[in-house]
Nanobody
């Protein structure tokens, strides 16, 4: 399984940005995809997840109501739509994947940097 994240950049407070994660390698019906982020000096944290088969999603409290995860099966792509961005959202964002029976995310893409200026 390969994941390729993109879409990061420099934005201003209040702006929106959409990250993409193109996945390849196999059928993903039994997979869960997650978006994570890591800021300098902080531990990596989960932003949100999506179950590929059902489309069901979950979010960290810090982004709930502002971020939306979605998937496009025709493009094998997972998106992270980020609205109302603040400097606290500045981080390297990663997409990752695991099967529904795995307890940890086994597959990781490279990160994409999101910088939100005040």
């Amino acid at each position: 399984v390969q994941l390729q994240a993109s879409g990061g950049g420099l934005v201003q407070t209040g702006d929106s940005l959409r990250l993409s994660c193109v996945v390849s390698g196999r059928s993903f019906g039994s997979y869960i995809f997650g978006w994570f982020r890591q800021s300098p000096g902080k531990e990596r944290e989960v932003v949100g997840t999506i179950r590929w088969s059902s489309g069901s999603t979950g979010y960290a409290e810090s982004v709930k109501g502002r971020f939306t995860i979605s998937g496009d099966r025709s493009k094998n792509t997972v998106y992270l739509q980020m609205n109302s961005l603040s400097p606290e959202d500045t981080a390297v964002y990663y997409c990752a994947a695991r099967t529904i029976i795995m307890t940890v995310y086994k597959y990781w893409g490279q990160g994409t940097l999101v910088t939100v200026s005040s």
